[in-house]
């Protein structure tokens, strides 16, 4: 046999054996042992030295097609052997993602959650858009442009926890309207739900950190008619029932006249129980028109705009909607709690 058939022998032998390999790791070693350095073809061209210069030629030309098609060869072979692997793979790794977990119970949404939703719901359905703000503001939009000057008594209503760069975890979802104020055209009216946080003591009916929302309308000639009838209209299907309603002065510096929206007790109904420390009324919803300031600090001419403002605590909500007696139980993650909504 002659150099150049022995070149096609081991062409033959080489192909076959190439497309024969079962896996990457095969592949490899088939391949090395043709074109390797110590390959069957690599040694085969050693004795080209032998050879005439004629015959050197044709048969080094060969031997360089025949391990080009080699290379080709082994990459297709390569990719088949990928999509293969693929394929096993995933034929023997599959599963169902919608098939039922045996023993693990399904995620419930956590009470304050499934208000928060409803409410977005129901004011979404009377025209409002949903805002968003960051837990972690500056102290400008928590504060300065809600007309709470530097040194302003109100900044004590609520304990602050600072950041090391001066900015604060939000104390009320009021932040929100800021960012509102200064990013929508009026006439507007949106709800801002989210977390806040404040610095306190922890009891039954506080916490460090809870959810507000918070609702501001602006347009011309808004009244404080339309903020009551807008509350009462909330009220009445979160509670799913008429609600009583009434309105105490209150003091925010944002909003002026400034009101406590009261409801009739949702535990007694009115009459009076240790909930509503027997007065038959429950503070629900700190509210008021728009301060002219708060327009004034957000870009805003106050003769040309009125508003309202409120601030809906969803703990408290939960609670009275429940029946609960500490608001301890809703950040607690005790699941015999939680389950039972
Ligand atoms: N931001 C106030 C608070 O959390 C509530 C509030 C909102 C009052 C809007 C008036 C208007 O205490």
Redesign the pocket.
């Known amino acids: 046999m002659n150099l150049s058939e022995e070149l096609d022998k081991i062409f033959e032998e080489a192909n076959r054996l190439i497309g024969s390999s079962v896996d990457e790791a095969d592949l490899d070693k088939n391949k090395n042992e043709y074109l390797g350095k110590k390959g069957k073809l690599t040694s085969v061209l050693k004795n080209l030295a032998s050879l005439s210069i004629e015959e050197k030629k044709t048969v080094g030309q060969k031997a360089n097609d025949l391990s080009k098609s080699l290379e080709e060869i082994v990459s297709k072979t390569r990719e088949n052997l990928k999509t293969k692997g693929f394929k096993e793979q995933s034929e023997k790794e599959w599963f169902d993602v919608l098939r039922a977990l045996g023993e693990t119970e399904p995620g419930t949404l956590h009470p304050i959650t499934k208000i928060q939703y409803e409410i977005e719901d129901i004011f979404t359905s009377m025209g409002f858009e949903i805002w968003d703000g960051p837990e972690v503001e500056t102290d400008f939009n928590n504060f300065g442009a809600l007309n709470f000057t530097d040194d302003h008594p109100a900044r004590d209503?609520?304990d602050t926890f600072y950041l090391e760069n001066g900015n604060l975890l939000r104390?009320?979802?009021?932040a929100i309207?800021v960012r509102a104020l200064r990013k929508l055209k009026p006439p507007f009216k949106i709800i801002g739900p989210g977390r806040?946080f404040r610095y306190e003591e922890v009891d039954a009916s506080h916490e460090t950190s809870f959810y507000?929302i918070?609702?501001m309308v602006v347009g011309k000639d808004i009244s404080a008619g339309n903020m009551l009838y807008t509350m009462e209209v909330l009220l009445s299907r979160v509670f799913e029932k008429e609600v009583k309603t009434r309105l105490r002065p209150?003091f925010?510096p944002?909003?002026e006249p400034?009101f406590e929206l009261d409801i009739n007790c949702q535990v007694c109904g009115g009459s009076g129980c240790s909930v509503c420390k027997q007065s038959g009324w429950l503070e629900l919803m700190?509210?008021?028109l728009v301060h002219p300031n708060v327009f004034k600090l957000n870009g805003l001419d106050p003769k040309e705009w009125t508003g309202f403002?409120?601030?809906l605590?969803l703990d408290r909500l939960v609670m009275m909607k429940y029946g609960i007696h500490d608001i301890r139980y809703l950040h607690s993650g005790n699941l015999r709690f939680l389950k039972q909504f």
């Open positions: 209503m609520q104390t009320h979802t009021s309207q806040v507000q918070e609702g209150g925010f944002f909003v400034a700190p509210c008021g403002a409120f601030g605590g």
